[in-house]
């Protein structure tokens, strides 16, 4: 039965929409007519027409998210290639542009919309106790939905990548690819060895920051937590600052306008956008990939390969194809009907992700007449379209949801190491700060405990603190259900099974309190909101039994599955691809984006991709240049 809070949450929730759904109208528009930079007609991509496809390419990439787009243009580099590059989604509408929008495109077209398998161990406030996964359905993939964090991993995440039997993947190795796709842009970091100049993804700082940023910082300051560099990507990880960005001009600079605008118009490159490939074509006798099978349209369409196949669909999708085609668990292949190319026990396994806690808000008193925070209804104006559309800044530049990023390690991790098993995000707002139109919806809690624990605090002066588990030991699996590849695959986040990873949680949510008990938070009366304590009011307020109930009811994604796809070497049961990336049994395969980490990096997971792409297709033009079959013989 519908509660009264509920009932006013919902009613709130309708009157909101029509003004909310005006200014982004009047945001489109004023686009639409004031900003050729955001709109970027000639450079945009058009899709090739079906008609004009050849027959056989050199190389099918399936999949444009971020790998995706770093190996079409750098393996149409070659003029002697011929590229075909498969995206399920469309091209980048103008708002993905803007940073402050980024929440908008959660569960909307431009998403896959996945969701976990339902958990009494996690995602509790959330709607059927599911924890909501966006995966971006666009060219770009999620580095045109995400939060634009540029975060590197630290480099032993890299070493020990090499440790499992990864040659080529240490971090002294790696590093250039980092340097190799980064453009920075940030003053002070000109003569800088770790980073790189002139490459296709900018990197900036985030735009309008609020009042906060500086209040963050200085409590940050007053525990001696500051990082000495204020760069995550460097000498060391360990400490807070406010992070960058792939930011270009303050807007976003996804692999799709970093890469895929500045090469699409090669002769020797084509792109189809809202291809939806749903089998690789594999010869059983030789057991080699040679083609795919796509529908474009309603209508099926076969294009053949001469070289390799590769797959770059992410962590979902990359093993979900795999698995319908023929290659994974026989266990899970044979009772839906699927014929075992290569029995792989490995696909789908493996699965890691940054969980976190998004629930930890605090409020402030912030004096009479302002506000630290942004408060969405008083930002989100007609004044902040007019601003934004005539190239002034405004709010529509904010990267709220972490304006002070932190590194820190916890009782659990040795400190001498410089690798922090806690990231946390200092958020200028709050669940209550929009009054739950975006960031509701977007987390997927359900309207009844919004209500009761969100709803008392609606619109106040307020942050939020969220800490992410780095380097979990949890393991959860992909399930397919059918062999038809557009019916989702269950996840089995499997998110705290082991009890070290919720030990972790309950430390960083501790760290995140002793943020807030600072003399400048405390100056501004930064108190919990008391109302999440409605979860489990069996517990003791602020006992380590506490945060772990708020991060059962608040646990979320921040966009970083990995690993279903595993690189590791012959000798490991569970592996899907080689250090080169090759498909294991299979020739004219391989698997290059986030599904092929062994072990998850050390803090968001979009550089990374970038990197390992980068290397994937240096790897490529390597084997074709040193053996005249590309290795594969």
């Known amino acids: 039965m519908m509660t009264m809070n ?84 469309g091209d980048e509408p103008n708002l993905i542009d803007l940073p402050q929008m980024y929440p908008v495109f959660q569960r909307s077209p431009w998403d896959w919309k996945y969701s976990t398998e339902p958990s009494d161990r996690y995602c509790l406030a959330m709607e059927d106790q599911r924890c909501f996964w966006p995966r971006g359905k666009v060219l770009g993939g999620c580095s045109s939905i995400n939060a634009m964090m540029y975060i590197r991993g630290n480099r032993r995440d890299y070493d020990h990548w090499a440790e499992l039997g990864n040659p080529g993947w240490e971090y002294s190795n790696i590093l250039r690819y980092f340097r190799k796709t980064e453009d920075m842009r940030v003053p002070g970091y000109e003569r800088n060895p770790y980073h790189g100049h002139g490459g296709p993804i900018s990197v900036e700082r985030y735009r309008f920051p609020s009042p906060l940023l500086n209040i963050f910082m200085q409590a940050a300051h007053q525990l001696g937590l500051v990082h000495p560099d204020g760069d995550f990507n460097g000498r060391s990880q360990t400490g807070f600052a406010p992070p960058h960005g792939t930011l270009r001009d303050g807007l976003r600079c996804s692999a799709n306008k970093g890469y895929i605008r500045r090469s699409w118009q090669r002769p020797n490159l084509d792109i189809v956008l809202k291809a939806f490939v749903e089998r690789i074509l594999i010869e059983p006798e030789s057991r080699r990939a040679v083609g795919v099978l796509f529908e474009y349209g309603l209508i099926k369409q076969t294009v053949r390969a001469s070289r390799e196949v590769i797959l770059s669909a992410g962590a979902v999708a990359s093993p979900q194809l795999l698995m319908v085609s023929g290659v994974g668990p026989r266990e899970q292949l044979e009772p839906l009907g699927i014929p075992v190319v290569q029995h792989l026990p490995g696909v789908g396994g493996n699965l890691q992700d940054h969980i976190s806690t998004s629930g930890a ?15 969405v209804p008083e930002m989100m104006t007609e004044e902040a379209v007019v601003d934004f559309v005539r190239g002034r800044d405004s709010f529509f530049y904010a990267m709220s949801v972490s304006e002070v990023m932190g590194f820190f390690s916890t009782r659990y991790q040795d400190q001498r190491q410089d690798w922090p098993d806690v990231q946390i995000f200092m958020g200028s707002y709050s669940y209550g700060a929009d009054g739950g139109m975006i960031g509701r919806r977007g987390a997927a809690i359900t309207l009844d405990n919004y209500a009761e624990t969100f709803e008392p605090v609606i619109y106040q002066d307020s942050f939020v603190i969220a800490p992410l588990v780095m380097r979990p030991r949890s393991r959860g699996y992909l399930q397919i259900l059918s062999s038809d590849p557009k019916i989702h695959p269950l996840i089995h986040a499997n998110y705290y099974d082991d009890p070290h990873d919720m030990a972790v949680m309950v430390e960083g949510l501790k760290m995140a309190h002793r943020l807030t008990q600072t003399p400048v938070m405390q100056s501004l009366n930064a108190t919990m909101n008391i109302y999440e304590w409605r979860n489990c009011p069996e517990v003791e307020y602020l006992s380590d039994a506490f945060w772990e109930c708020l991060a059962r009811f608040y646990s979320q994604t921040i966009y970083h599955p990995v690993g279903t796809c595993k690189m590791a070497p012959a000798s490991d049961p569970s592996g899907v691809v080689d250090p080169r990336l090759r498909v294991r049994g299979l020739r004219g395969l391989r698997v290059i984006d986030a599904s092929i980490m062994p072990t998850i990096p050390t803090g968001n997971t979009n550089a990374p991709t970038l990197m390992l792409a980068e290397r994937g297709a240096d790897i490529i033009k390597e084997d074709w240049h040193h053996y005249r079959d590309g290795g594969w013989g």
């Open 361 to 375: 808000t605090y409020t402030i008193d912030g004096g009479p007449g302002r506000h630290l925070s942004f408060i």
């Open 6 to 89: 509920t009932f006013v949450a919902m009613w709130r929730f309708l009157l909101t929409l029509g003004p909310s759904a005006m200014i982004i109208l009047m945001l489109n528009k004023g686009i639409l007519d004031n900003r050729p930079d955001i709109v970027d007609e000639p450079h945009r991509v058009r899709s090739t027409l079906i008609e004009n496809l050849r027959e056989v390419y050199d190389f099918i990439i399936i999949g444009g998210g971020s790998a995706g787009c770093v190996l079409a243009a750098r393996l149409s580099e070659n003029p002697a290639w011929n590229v075909l590059l498969l995206e399920a989604g």
